[in-house]
């Protein structure tokens, strides 16, 4: 069986042809990279966090706190780190996690990243905010798998039309990010005064939105005043800070598919996830994008893992930069885990080709970690994987 730990023979094999990776291997060399590689306005938006970004270091510091306990002669060769979560297989535990307006880093988008995840097995999450529609993203990888995220407009029509656009494109889970109802306090987008999204970027799935469009004087597309209005309209509609639990009940008439609530960091908030009918959880702080000086993911993830109390799937997103990472997320309670920065930074070097050398770098480093630790399949991880 191939294992995704097999990129290191292929790396040195090439090495032997005096072929190096033309790629950082790190998280921190991609970021570096990026730093140099991109227009100010595009690595801000992506690197940024809230206010003094204490959030940010916080979900790497985390991490610093666990230690692997590996175990030795255990047979690990037929290793499998396959799984599926909420009805999607999927080749490793290991996500995309949505980020919005990706073509202010490549022109290729959000394509590129769903045609590299689809060759790897991979799920997408896909976010509302997304350079190109949702429709157009799908058809770029008709066969691969992917989840829709949601910022739930104010506009309940809207709402309703962007779910069920996302079930008839064939996505096959929603996931609405509840933390982000206003952006955070981000200074490195302010120093520049630019947000994307008044640049009419990251908006294509409003501008290509029935019920959006029906609220316009004149098609966007018809002059710059009327993409100018357009755009007003959105910063009118974006972001419900009236959102409640019950809500949730709207959001299961209008589909069928799983539904995760992305941004639970508080066990009491995973407790009434699952009273009002949610399929699975994300712990996240959204990167330490909206609040300064919260609590990493990380930390949040055992008490909101026992809240739940097995009812149903929890993930993790914020701060994974490597495969021990994975590792350590996995052994405490996630299901999987959602890999955000490193890959918009390939993106932004290299396209399709960037994003699917992280994906590999990451897979192929926590397949060998996982194997290293005495473990055949992600399944077999739990507390006693790991040590605070």
Not at 279 to 301: E, K, P, W, Y
């Amino acid at each position: 069986m191939a294992h995704f730990g097999d990129m290191v023979n292929e790396i040195y094999l090439g090495g032997l042809a005096g072929v190096r990776p033309e790629l950082p291997m790190t998280a921190d060399g991609l970021e570096s990279a990026a730093r140099e590689a991109l227009p100010a306005e595009a690595f801000s938006y992506v690197a940024g966090g809230a206010s003094t970004e204490r959030t940010v270091a916080a979900n790497r510091e985390a991490f610093a706190r666990w230690r692997i306990v590996p175990r030795m002669l255990r047979g690990v060769t037929a290793r499998d780190l396959s799984t599926t979560v909420v009805g999607t297989s999927m080749a490793a535990p290991v996500l995309t996690a949505p980020v919005g307006v990706l073509g202010l880093v490549h022109p290729d988008a959000d394509l590129a990243v769903t045609r590299a995840t689809a060759a790897l097995g991979l799920t997408s999450v896909v976010s509302t905010l997304s350079s190109a529609t949702m429709e157009d993203i799908a058809a770029a990888a008709p066969d691969a798998a992917r989840w829709f995220q949601l910022y739930w407009p104010r506009d309940p029509e809207l709402a309703e039309s962007l779910v069920r656009r996302a079930e008839t494109a064939g996505y096959q889970a929603i996931v609405v990010s509840v933390d982000t109802w206003s952006l955070g306090w981000r200074p490195r987008d302010l120093a520049l005064a630019h947000l994307p999204f008044l640049h009419a970027k990251g908006i294509a799935n409003y501008l290509s939105d029935p019920v959006f469009r029906a609220r316009l004087d004149a098609p966007p597309e018809e002059s710059t005043q009327a993409m100018q209005l357009a755009v007003r309209a959105w910063l009118e509609v974006f972001g419900n800070p009236a959102l409640g639990w019950s809500d949730l009940s709207l959001l299961r008439q209008w589909t069928r598919l799983p539904i995760l609530i992305k941004g639970i960091c508080h066990p009491d908030d995973a407790r009434a996830a699952l009273d009002h009918g949610v399929d699975a959880l994300v712990v996240s702080n959204h990167g330490g994008r909206q609040v300064d000086g919260a609590r990493a993911a990380l930390d949040c993830l055992p008490d909101v893992v026992a809240a739940v109390d097995g009812r149903a799937p929890v993930l993790l997103d914020s701060g994974i930069r490597c495969g021990a990472d994975v590792l350590i997320a996995l052994a405490l309670g996630a299901q999987a885990v959602l890999l955000g920065r490193p890959w918009i930074y390939g993106l932004g070097l290299a396209g399709q080709r960037g994003v699917a050398h992280v994906l590999r770098v990451l897979l192929g480093d926590f397949d060998l970690t996982l194997a290293l630790a005495g473990y055949a399949s992600p399944s077999e991880l739990g507390a006693h994987s790991v040590v605070g």
